[in-house]
């Protein structure tokens, strides 16, 4: 079995145990627990880990208040991470005091006070804030190659080599960008457009509309790993759920691309992985 494949067993096996753990939380005797937040465009994800780093709950919510991996509503942002929160809490009969988030890659100058924030007002002890494609890696596992966050709003590029990062950059196109091409394809309303192309009945009839917009996602990802010597790409965000979009993507680029089973829980996932008891100053 090759590295690549032992890697995606771990990911998509902590990914199955996530999956289960949100709709059925464990209630154990751990003496602490780490959650990683993870603040998306367009959705906001909870993942709550044991003392041993072992999945124990989760939660979801779809929600509108970041665009293009910036906070633009600082008040729900608060709102949603305080009820999730609480939610995780009740249905653990614990306090959550621990957490680490994570930001787009080149984007910490911006909006890295802004996430430190929501994470503290909603009661949580940040412990580390990092960017968002080194978080899914702390997943993945990637010794060489390249790890892109295709999110709502932009897609992160970070470049691996001996397993420690070497590069990392953020642009701005993303899910939004699909879902504004559904919306006028289709004519239907953005937010109906979204709900369309979570849908994974629809992902084989929209693969050939969205095929420019994920095409101008492979321009921005060959430009950036130009001049390194990247023999795989592995995609994640939830962005990257699209059937095939993996395929357009290794066709355009002409670099093996793939990606790990259910793409959107990895970055919160890695996060959740990267969090201790120190608390960030």
């Known amino acids: 079995m090759s590295k690549t494949k032992v ?3 771990y990911c998509d096996g902590l990914i199955s145990d996530f999956e289960k753990v949100i709709e059925h939380p464990i209630v154990g005797t751990s003496t602490v627990y780490y959650t990683g937040v993870d603040l998306g465009t367009a959705c906001v994800v909870l993942a709550v880990l044991d003392e041993n780093y072992e999945p124990v709950a989760g939660a979801y919510r779809y929600a509108d208040v970041v665009r293009d991996g910036m906070v633009v509503d600082y008040i729900g942002a608060v709102k949603i991470v305080k009820e999730m929160k609480q939610e995780l809490e009740e249905k653990l009969g614990t306090e959550l005091i621990y957490a680490a988030a994570a930001i787009p890659p080149g984007t910490d100058a911006n909006d890295s006070g802004a996430v430190k924030n929501v994470v ?10 990092l960017d968002e494609p080194t978080a899914a890696n702390a997943v993945l596992k990637i010794e060489n190659g390249a790890v892109v966050d295709i999110g709502g709003g932009t897609t992160g590029i970070s470049i691996l080599k001996d397993g420690q990062v070497v590069y990392v950059e953020d642009e701005p196109t993303g899910g939004t960008h699909f879902s504004l091409v559904i919306s006028g394809a289709y004519r239907m309303p953005f937010a109906e457009a979204e709900r369309y192309k ?18 101008k996602v492979s321009s921005i990802i060959s430009q950036h790993i130009k001049g390194y010597n990247v023999e795989e790409i592995s995609l994640v965000g939830g962005t990257c759920c699209l059937d095939g979009i993996e395929k357009v993507i290794e066709k355009k680029i002409g670099v093996f691309t793939h990606k790990p089973q259910n793409p959107m829980f990895v970055t919160p996932l890695g996060i959740a992985l990267s969090c201790t008891q120190e608390i960030l100053g």
Do not use: W
């Not at 503290?120 to 804030?129: R, V």
């Open 7 to 9: 890697n995606f067993a």
């Open 198 to 215: 979570r849908d994974a009945r629809n992902h084989q009839e929209l693969l050939p509309v969205l095929k420019p917009v994920i095409e």
């Open 120 to 129: 503290q007002a909603a009661g949580f002890e940040l412990t580390n804030l």
